[in-house]
């Protein structure tokens, strides 16, 4: 019995009429990224186990339940990388990019969590991220997200919210997480039953949780932003102005406390309701501690990283793409006969060299005239090329429209490339 194969359950595959998409979307990404003066890096995919332990944090989701993580043949623990800034981090240590330098950098590429797959959300999935490391003021945040809003508006993407919060300095924080533990501790018993394993490890993920029944609870919960020290009060303070200034729309959120324990100051969220559960496309903040985590010298850090599928299914949703993701053949080129395969192959690589910007596809496969034409039209091309024995041997080339009803016309091989770019505006 023949086996079949299907892709590993959240690993899907992308197809090429869903390509085009993909590419809009990250030209649109390398062009503004490099427009602010980022420059790309590329880390690997696999990675040390630990370093996701030490910077993600041991008891957080990610680390306990969802990496994909094997030992090789060497006996080390290595780990799929289920996000970006650890591997930018180490990579910045490794190759001495960090200490005492101002490093603005952007990565992209596949990522991997054992989630439960859902709309917009695969285990395999795709991730754009920018970091930047030695910068100290709220500026380098704004930009960021300045960045992330022109982005918004390249894309045509209207419905999202910027929600905005500051978790403080690992010292304020560690002494608000006191004050939250007390008030939860008092209310034990309204708290479900993942709320009271993270009141022992993560207490800050309790504001975060997703179950309407303790919404009143949480509401009432002591306020973080209560409870900053000075600098991190006017970080923020200086956040807001910028921001104020850029007329860029905020809505602070006390409850935005983000999932990955190096985040301290600004975290920030762009969310939308177009993606049901899935609604955030694109988060980030400050992670001042975590290049020393690492190993590095104290440096500075900010960045964000948004999930590509998501971003690309609110694309679908709300943005007319339809004259940006062409693919339809511009021109195809019928072969009729030995000869004219043979001369037709030379001549598709020369309007090639001559015509760079167009579509051409060359008929392969052999067939009929009839067949090819029919193939021709198929490919949506607006220009059909007939190349024959007698065109071959009179160096001519015949020119039928395929969307436009005009007589075929007949002219010498030396004209077309001008011709064609008569046609095409080109």
């Given at each position: 019995m023949r086996q079949s194969f299907q892709s590993v359950k959240g690993m899907n595959d992308v197809l090429p009429d869903e390509t085009p998409i993909w590419h809009y979307l990250e030209s649109c990404l390398r062009e503004i990224t490099t427009s602010y003066g980022y420059s790309e890096i590329r880390m690997p995919i696999v990675e040390n186990t630990q370093l996701f332990c030490r910077s993600i944090g041991e008891v957080t989701d990610i680390v306990e339940k969802e990496m994909y993580t094997f030992v090789d043949k060497g006996e080390d623990s290595l780990t799929l990388r289920p996000e970006g800034t650890a591997s930018c981090v180490r990579a910045g240590i490794q190759h001495g990019l960090l200490y005492n330098q101002q490093q603005r950098?952007?990565?992209?590429?596949?990522?991997?969590?054992?989630?439960r797959p859902q709309k917009g959300r695969y285990r395999q999935f795709y991730q754009f991220g920018l970091e930047t490391f030695g910068l100290k003021g709220p500026d380098i945040d704004a930009e960021i997200i300045a960045l992330s809003a022109r982005l918004w508006k390249k894309l045509g993407l209207n419905e999202v919210e910027l929600q905005i919060n500051s978790l403080g300095s690992n010292q304020a924080r560690e002494a608000y997480k006191e004050k939250l533990v007390d008030y939860f501790a008092q209310n034990l018993d309204a708290l479900d039953e993942d709320s009271q394993r993270r009141l022992k490890l993560n207490p800050l993920r309790i504001l975060d949780?997703?179950?309407p029944?303790?919404?009143?609870?949480?509401?009432n919960a002591p306020k973080l932003l209560d409870h900053l020290d000075d600098e991190s009060k006017q970080h923020f303070e200086g956040l807001c102005h910028k921001l104020d200034h850029l007329g860029i729309a905020y809505v602070i959120n006390p409850k935005l406390v983000r999932g990955l324990d190096y985040y301290n100051r600004t975290v920030f969220e762009w969310v939308t309701?177009?993606?049901?559960?899935?609604?955030?496309?694109?988060?980030?903040?400050?992670?001042?501690?975590?290049?020393?985590?690492?190993?590095?010298?104290?440096?500075?850090g900010c960045g964000f990283a948004m999930g590509l599928e998501r971003i690309i299914l609110l694309l679908q949703?709300?943005?007319?793409?339809?004259?940006?993701?062409?693919?339809?053949?511009?021109?195809?080129?019928?072969?009729?006969?030995?000869?004219?395969?043979?001369?037709?192959?030379?001549?598709?690589?020369?309007?090639?060299?001559?015509?760079?910007?167009?579509?051409?596809?060359?008929?392969?496969?052999?067939?009929?005239?009839?067949?090819?034409?029919?193939?021709?039209?198929?490919?949506?091309?607006?220009?059909?090329?007939?190349?024959?024995?007698?065109?071959?041997?009179?160096?001519?080339?015949?020119?039928?429209?395929?969307?436009?009803?005009?007589?075929?016309?007949?002219i010498a091989q030396s004209e077309l490339i001008s011709r064609l770019q008569q046609i095409f505006a080109i």
């Open positions: 950098l952007w990565y992209m590429g596949p990522m991997f969590r054992r989630e949780t997703k179950n029944g303790m919404k009143g609870l949480v509401e309701t177009d993606l049901g559960s899935q609604g955030t496309i694109c988060a980030g903040g400050r992670y001042d501690g975590l290049v020393e985590q690492l190993g590095g010298q104290a440096t500075q949703q709300q943005s007319d793409l339809s004259d940006k993701l062409s693919t339809k053949t511009d021109v195809y080129l019928c072969t009729l006969g030995e000869s004219a395969e043979m001369a037709g192959m030379q001549l598709v690589e020369k309007l090639r060299d001559g015509l760079p910007k167009l579509k051409l596809q060359l008929h392969c496969g052999g067939g009929n005239f009839k067949k090819q034409l029919k193939k021709a039209d198929k490919s949506s091309a607006a220009i059909a090329l007939i190349l024959g024995g007698d065109e071959v041997e009179q160096q001519q080339i015949t020119i039928k429209t395929l969307r436009e009803k005009s007589d075929q016309v007949t």
